[in-house]
């Protein structure tokens, strides 16, 4: 079974580029034809889908936030990463990497951005 | 984009009695593959969601047959067919047929 986990730091600065990354294991990112996606939920809030890359290097963003997203594929160490840049404190959420559409979650990582 | 209107937003429920979500979007969910992207999500306080239905009715492996999922076009429900201690927590749903992505806005199940 796919599992997926969250890495990266859990404080970012206002303004800062907000960066995760999403490492696979039980498989690989390169196989099937699955696509890796980026959502997030405000603490008590809803989920907000970010974004998603298929393994060609095809992705797709949320408008709402595609000025300030960027989702990346490294299939030698089966990871998929997201960059947010210019952060606000509406940006601090829990981010979850998921496979397909929510076949599989990671456990989340909260970010929160302050100064 | 889609918007995914759930009701009722809180549920509660009595153990052993049924419960039922309801899910209407903005815009019929039919893709032009036929198939209808529609998802269900558990999500326990304190953990990630996790599927418990695609494709309107389809339930995930593992997921217990007590819940069911329907609907076509714009409206879809989802059935607890007798409520558990452990089904507590917030469902979603989730059209995947349009880009962007889109969620309804969570109902919140708890025992009464």
């Known amino acids: 079974q796919v599992q997926l986990q969250e890495s990266g730091p859990g404080l970012v600065k206002p303004s800062q580029t907000l960066s995760l990354t999403c490492t696979v294991s039980g498989g690989s990112i390169s196989s099937g034809s699955y696509y890796w996606s980026w959502i997030r939920q405000p603490a008590g809030k809803g989920l907000e889908w970010i974004g998603r890359i298929y393994t060609s290097g095809s992705t797709n963003y949320n408008p709402s936030l595609k000025s300030r997203v960027t989702i990346s594929v490294d299939t030698s160490k089966n990871q998929f990463s997201l960059k947010l840049s210019s952060v606000t404190a509406a940006d601090t959420a829990v981010y979850y990497c998921?496979?397909?559409?929510?076949?599989?979650w990671g456990q989340g990582t909260l970010v929160t951005v302050s100064s | 984009d889609v918007v995914m209107t759930q009701s009722p937003l809180s549920l509660p429920v009595t153990l052993g009695q049924p419960a039922s979500i309801s899910c209407r979007s903005s815009q019929s969910l039919v893709y032009s593959d036929g198939n209808t992207y529609l998802n269900w999500f558990q999500q326990r306080p304190g953990q990630s969601p996790r599927r418990l239905i695609y494709k309107v009715s389809n339930r995930d492996s593992g997921v217990p047959d007590r819940f069911s999922g329907s609907g076509s076009g714009t409206d879809f429900t989802l059935k607890i067919s007798r409520v558990e201690a452990e089904d507590v927590g917030v469902y979603y749903c989730?059209?995947?047929?349009?880009?962007?992505?889109?969620f309804g806005q969570g109902t919140r199940l708890e025992i009464k």
């Open positions: 998921a496979r397909g559409l929510g076949r599989d």
């Open positions: 989730m059209q995947g047929t349009h880009w962007p992505i889109t």
